[in-house]
């Protein structure tokens, strides 16, 4: 088969247009009464035919096989092309008005346009102005387009080539407008007979009425403005042709109001062209239904409904190696096959009267159209497709029903859920995409997660409660029993004891060479020697280290074999003993009820302790806070502990409930079950239930003021107390007052906007990680190259793949895992900001930090630095010295600035106990004053400076200024806190702002420790490779603070994007998708037209590299198997 190697972008001479085109178009109609084609029309059948019943005249083709043929419209007068209205005007600009040569004499671009005179002819030149979007203006003379034309016809090849334009100007001006085949904008016919054409048709329409009308007044003579006036017309309906939201003119529009959707509309956007036909496409052999869980299905396995695998059809092709075995198939399955094809594509239908006629017709060559069967590979979906392993290959198992199901195990991978989600299988069409999947996309060999190599593919729910309760050590089973819980698990072995305990039940589901030593969430030790259960309780937590040292050591098969046995027997033990959850497992006595009132009245009085030291101003505030805010946050994490520590009382209480597991009473209840074995719910969703709900947050702090400083009118103005502000100390199971079911409202609200807004920011941000990281693949030695053969990392991950550490293979395509990697915990990540105590108590820690870090933003939103001392002074005597050295003083921090507008005047009042504590005098603050307003008057502590102007603006400006005019310390630096390591003693500084290289040019300063969470800043100070390690750790930290663990072979590979060309580059289309040599790369992502104009100014090729490129033009992406080429000897 044929590919294509290069595409070549260039501008059509009208020369070209005409030779290309198939009609000329002259009529503005497109259909007659009958329907037929009208000659030199808009559907003339030399442009290609839409109707089955016709033949194009120009390839002889009908409908299906023929492509489509452009046309042509003779513009009467030329009209400029919009799109390349700016780069008309510099060439305009920058050459001759008379000669056309370039006006250079070695001169900058600014001389150039900046000259008078032509140093070539001596020809003055005029000033040209441009009017967007096609309106030149030399003086105050409009420049028709036939004169632009001319001027632009005398500009020399060499000159062209000097400026960087790869075309000649002149085709900039259309005199033939090129006319899109009727395949592009095909009418279709409506219930009334009638015909509704395409919105290009609409334009074309247009364009040929106001080029007749144009063309009748000049051959009748009409008047100069008249013929103008259509000209300008004509100018319209051809830019509105190529774009109708060119700035600066309105939108056509159709009968009905509708803006029209042209050429620049069809390929950009979400909607347009490059993203929702050609980066994406529409797919045959797919079927989509509702999903339902089946613990009786392996994971590897779907349970495909009849009615779908009756439709869905694969072809096998007849060979002699197999001939015998297709007609024994066609005898015993006729029901199965939908037709024969015959070696000259011609299909023959089998029915029960001809088969034994087919069967003796086979022959090599034949291929035969199967239904789907049991164990045939599907691909299996569900959107969003956030990582790899949204899509996985499934053995088909057809069932009754009208769902697919699976085992719920395989949920977590999918992100799916059965509450009516629906999710697609893909029926791989030939030998080599069935062997794709198998060998790349089977289940068993995703079991663990790319992101962190750590299981996905786990048990989940009950099943992990079932396995925690058959290995309480209080357990024991029956034999007969034991024996039906391990058939359901596929395991038939002789029992030998009447009775077992569960743990040994349990062992007989592990691999025999399995060893194990592990603590479970109890912190309870877990031993397994040689496949069998020596002590301890199996919980999720043990549950996936044990799938993991499996897969690690003993391969796919073996954890594929242990995950379906222990769901099906964990779902066979829980249904055989029972396990229900009702209101009255979260009842608790009357002493638990007294001891939480207990907890919460000693959190009002510490509460209340709180609110007096912010009344007497004596509370201490923390890192780059105010003083209320300090208050704040304090009364959150006291709030938050009162819940916290709820959980023992509740757990001590709730666990007197017995459970019967096999006649012996297990001292657990089942809601602290579900939670201790890690099956569903945390301690927060059980104290919530029966302890108290707890404080309400909304944004992530306690709800602010309302109106006239209360949130409700039932509470004091400016209460801080515990209710005013949203704790709710009541629980689900006795209900809530009227008071807090509102904040609670509040919160739940806060709750949900985040899930309405997060999605789509995340999912823009992993899109464009996504498109910057795409064509990153390891090659040959381990390295790893983008498209171009650029080398951005020497090694990958030490040559190791970071999911299961073993040699990464070739042609691995690491960046978009990476790009996933980061973007899909993303979705997880909420809006809010965390924040740490000490030292990282000032930086932003939540998705808004990610964003910033990733765009490679100047400076970031909260800029902070953690300043570590020489050993001399890391005492907190001399560390207080040096903080309040570094701590810049501004103007407004000594002294009161006020703006006088009657009087147009800033006065300035020192406040004299400040500038003491500054260690600052009143002359010294003069002196920086008079550097930058000489004249003032100072009447005692008070300084007058009237403005130069007197305008209200001059003034707030000038007020600005002083009031950030730098006295003391080092710029940037707005607080300095001293911070104490609970454990190494050590005083550090924490500040507020950012100066890398001031604070390393102290000399009691350690460079070496000292740090700033600006990576523009670190690039300009250390250099590229320190911004690279500054990347690593700041994304480290976002992802760590949400407590999302992310492998650091992905972080790294992302940071050495950004820098591997010696830049900090953002991975947007301003930085790494901007700069990718593919057009069409740069075209799918966003600002389509542009990149396309700028292609073709550059007479620019695209030669297919990278992966988007390929996919748009429908060829094998060059990573995985499309990296390599096989070839066979014959002998």
Partial sequence: MMSIESIEFSVFSPEEIRNMSAAKITVPDTYDEDGYPIQNGLADQRLGVIDPGLKCRTCGNRMKDCPGHFGHVELVRPVIHAGFGKLIYHLLKGTCRKCGRIINEKNTVKKIYAAKKCPYCDEEQQKIKFIKPTTFMEDKRKLL?????????????????????????????????????????????????????????????????????????????????????LWELLQYHVTTYFDNETTGIPP??????????????????????????????????????????????????????????????????????????????????????????RADNRRKKLTAANTDEVVEELSPGYRIERTMMDG????????????????????????????????????????????????????????????????????????????????????ELDQITGIYLLTQPEVIIQKDDACDILSAAGIVKAVGKKKLTGRETYSYLLPEKLDLEAKNNQGEQVVIKNGVLKEGTVDNKVGRKIIKKIFSE????????????????????????????????????????????????????????????????????????????????????????????????????L?????????????????????????????????????????????????????????????RQMDLGDEARGFVHNNYMGGLNPFEYFFHAAGGRDAVVDKGVNPAKTGYMQRRLVNALLDLVVDKDNSVRDADGNLVQTCYNNGLDPCDN???????????????????????????????????????????????????????????????????????????????????????????????????????????????????????????????????????????????KDTLKNIRQMTTKLRELHLKGIQGIRKAILVKDPETKEVSIATDGSNLEAVFKMDEVDASQTSTNDVMEVARTLGIQAARNSIILEIKKVLDAQDLNVDPAHLTLIADAMTFNGLVQSVGRHGLVGSKKSILARASFEETSKHLINACIENATDNLNGMAENIIVGQTIPCGTGKVYLTMKLD
């Avoid at 040929?208 to 007044?217: A, C, D, H």
């Avoid at 719910?681 to 108290?692: F, I, K």
């Avoid at 978009?816 to 932003?844: C, K």
């Fill in 145 to 229: 387009p036939n004169e632009v034309r001319e001027r632009l016809e005398r500009v020399t090849d060499a000159d062209l080539r000097q400026m960087g334009a790869h075309l000649r100007p002149e085709n900039l001006v259309l005199t033939a407008l090129i006319v899109a085949p009727v395949t592009v904008r095909p009418s279709i016919t409506l219930e009334t007979g009638e015909r509704s054409e395409d919105d290009l048709t609409h334009k074309l329409v247009d364009i040929l009425r106001i080029n007749q009308r144009l063309e009748e007044n000049i051959n009748a003579g009409a008047p100069q403005l008249i013929i103008e006036d």
């Fill in 252 to 341: 056509a529009r159709h009968r009905s109001g509708r803006q029209l959707k042209t050429l620049f509309q069809r390929l950009k956007g979400k909607e347009g062209r490059f993203r929702y036909n050609l980066s994406g496409k529409r797919v045959n052999f797919s079927a989509r239904t509702v999903i339902s869980p089946d613990p009786c299905l392996s994971i590897n396995q779907i349970g495909v409904p009849q009615d779908i695998a009756n439709e869905l059809t694969l072809p096998v092709s007849v060979t002699a190696w197999n001939l015998e075995k297709m007609k024994e198939f066609i005898r015993l399955h006729p029901d199965k096959i939908n037709y024969i094809i």
């Fill in 376 to 459: 045939d590979r599907v691909i299996f979906n569900r959107q969003p497709s956030l990582h790899r392993i949204s899509m996985m290959c499934h053995t088909v198992k057809v069932l009754p029903g009208k769902t697919f199901r699976f085992n719920i195990c395989d949920c977590p991978p999918y992100g799916a859920d059965f509450d009516g989600d629906e999710m697609n299988i893909h029926f791989p069409q030939n030998e080599e995409a069935q062997a794709e999947a198998e060998t790349l996309m089977q289940v068993q060999d995703q079991i663990l997660s790319p992101r962190h190599g750590q299981p996905i593919i786990q048990l």
């Fill in 554 to 653: 003993l391969g796919a098969d073996a954890a594929r074999e242990y995950i379906d046995g222990a769901s099906k027997a964990s779902t066979r033990f829980m249904t055989k003993y029972g396990f229900t959850l009702g209101l009255d497992e979260y009842d608790i006595p009357d002493a638990a009820r007294k001891e939480i009132n207990g907890l919460y009245e000693q959190g009002r009085k510490e509460l209340n302790e709180l609110i007096q030291d912010l009344a007497k101003g004596k509370l201490k505030q923390l890192p780059g806070k105010t003083t209320r805010e300090t208050f704040e946050e304090k009364a959150m994490t006291l709030l938050e502990n009162v819940r916290r520590l709820t959980w023992g009382i509740v757990k001590k209480h």
């Fill in 655 to 715: 666990n007197a409930t017995p459970v019967n597991i096999a006649g012996h009473p297990i001292n657990q209840n089942s809601a602290i079950l579900m939670a201790d074995s890690g099956g569903k719910g945390r301690p927060t969703n059980v104290v919530q239930m029966c302890g108290l709900v707890g404080q309400q947050a909304v944004r992530g702090k306690r709800p602010a003021s309302g109106y006239r400083k209360r949130l409700l009118p039932h509470f």
């Fill in 806 to 948: 073993k040699p990464v293979a070739y042609g691995e395509p690491v960046g978009v895992v990476a790009a996933q990697s980061v973007g899909e915990p993303g979705t997880q990540m909420t809006l809010r900001t965390f924040h740490y105590a000490g030292i990282a108590s000032l930086a932003q820690l939540g998705f808004t930090r990610l964003v910033e870090i990733v765009d490679a933003r100047k400076t970031p939103k909260n800029p902070v630095m953690e300043i570590h001392l020489k050993n001399n002074y890391r005492d907190w005597d001399s560390a207080a010295k040096i903080a309040a050295s570094i701590e810049e003083v501004t103007l407004e921090k000594v002294a009161r600035i006020d703006e006088n507008f009657d009087k147009k005047v800033v006065v300035i009042e020192f406040n004299k106990t400040k500038l003491r504590e500054r260690g600052l005098t009143e002359h010294q603050v003069e002196e920086h004053i008079k550097q930058v307003h000489p004249q003032y008057n100072k009447d005692g502590a008070t300084i007058t400076i009237r403005s130069k």
